[in-house]
């Protein structure tokens, strides 16, 4: 019984993970080269008001990037990681913002987190393979 559900769980959880990292290259990619600019001054980070973009560090900036995916995605949550991202983007108002601008952020973050959870399951399912 519990073959049969690894069996269809193994290429199901690799084939999730291969989608998912499509996704979020692909979304990473039209962010950086087409839409970061917008998507920065319609969000507006606090952040950028002390520095410019090109001036702060790689890991700052992929923050500011959750940040900006954390206030769409959780609007009204006040816990946790979520709940600062939504007090210092309080100005932001997610039905406001257009697709245009929500789906770079989306497929980047909704991609690494839903890969995250199918590289475990699949790592899980080689590890109960084994012999």
């Known amino acids: 019984m519990f073959d049969t559900f690894v069996f269809y769980a193994l290429p199901l959880s690799f084939t999730l993970l291969v989608a998912c990292a499509l996704t979020a290259l692909v979304s990473a990619g039209v962010l950086f080269m087409f839409r970061l600019r917008v998507t920065n001054q319609t969000l507006k980070h606090p ?76 790592w899980a399912m080689i590890l109960i393979k084994m012999p």
Request: hydrophobic fraction near 55%; charged fraction near 15%; glycine fraction near 8%.
């Open 47 to 122: 952040y950028l008001d002390k520095f410019p973009w090109a001036r702060l560090p790689l890991s700052i900036k992929a923050g500011i990037l959750l940040d900006y995916f954390l206030r769409l995605t959780f609007p009204r949550s006040r816990f946790w990681i979520i709940g600062d991202a939504n007090y210092r983007l309080a100005h932001v108002q997610p039905d406001d913002v257009s697709a245009h601008i929500k789906w770079p952020l989306m497929g980047l973050w909704g991609g690494c987190f839903v890969g995250l959870v199918a590289m475990l399951v699949l």
